[in-house]
């Protein structure tokens, strides 16, 4: 099990905002770990949405936003699209173990 | 533009071993910093870091499975090669290879579904 807990689902109606949570600990997002954000659309691969907790890749809208929080990591998601409506996980680089870790990963629908 | 493509058997037989090669372009391991991945992802389920290993020889593995995993890379070929041994149906999974970003993955592969029987 992951060290990284997602809500397994979250949904909002078009237009709306929504935000997914990733819960770490004090070893880890509370010690000061970056997050990173990606999204997976059905059939496809991840696609990095954040990286550094809240820095967008060109090409990623600015609907898209990270935030940090002593142990949590958040996504928020603005405007909400009829194609936001995928699985969506973060992920952190855990030093202790000298590996990278994903989170639990959260389906967003949207109504 | 990264590419990277993931390529092997798509059916294996449980206690066989899984190899697997990652095929990319537009990064060369010739540069400081470059690192390729494999992450995999049961149906249904989250996402799993396996290894990475980095341009200056260094290879890091997922704790839990580090005694059954091997990754290398051949540099003259742009190719990262990953064998899983001791196959079981529960490793059945899509297999993704991907770039190393920072501490993250940037450029991911389609994947290769991987069905193993018993």
């Known amino acids: 099990q992951s060290v990284l807990t997602q809500p397994p689902s979250v949904s909002g109606a078009p237009g709306q905002r929504v935000t997914i949570s990733c819960t770490g600990n004090?070893?880890?997002?509370?010690?000061?770990?970056?997050v990173n954000w990606y999204r997976q659309l059905p059939g496809a691969a991840p696609k990095v949405l954040i990286y550094a907790t809240n820095n967008r890749p060109s090409g990623v809208p600015d609907r898209f936003s990270g935030s940090k929080s002593g142990t949590s990591a958040s996504l928020a998601i603005t405007g909400l699209q009829a194609e936001d409506e995928a699985d969506y996980f973060c992920?952190?680089?855990?030093?202790?173990?000298?590996?990278?870790?994903f989170g639990t990963g959260t389906k967003l629908t949207v109504l | 533009q990264i590419t990277l493509e993931e390529s092997g058997p798509t059916f294996v037989k449980a206690t066989q071993t899984l190899t697997l090669t990652c095929t990319f372009s537009?990064?060369?391991?010739?540069?400081?910093?470059?690192?390729v991945g494999w992450i995999r992802q049961p149906p249904g389920k989250a996402l799993e870091w396996l290894a990475v290993?980095?341009?200056?020889?260094?290879?890091l593995y997922s704790p839990s499975l580090r005694t059954r995993l091997t990754i290398a890379k051949d540099t003259s070929k742009n190719q990262v090669v990953l064998t899983l041994t001791n196959m079981d149906p529960l490793d059945t999974a899509t297999y993704f290879c991907?770039?190393?970003?920072?501490?993250?993955?940037?450029?991911w592969g389609q994947g290769l579904l991987v069905t193993v029987s018993s």
């Open positions: 991907a770039h190393r970003l920072g501490d993250g993955f940037d450029n």
């Open positions: 537009g990064f060369s391991f010739s540069h400081s910093g470059m690192g």
């Open positions: 004090s070893s880890n997002i509370g010690a000061g770990s970056d």
């Open positions: 992920q952190f680089y855990d030093i202790s173990l000298s590996g990278y870790v």
């Open positions: 290993t980095y341009w200056d020889e260094e290879k």
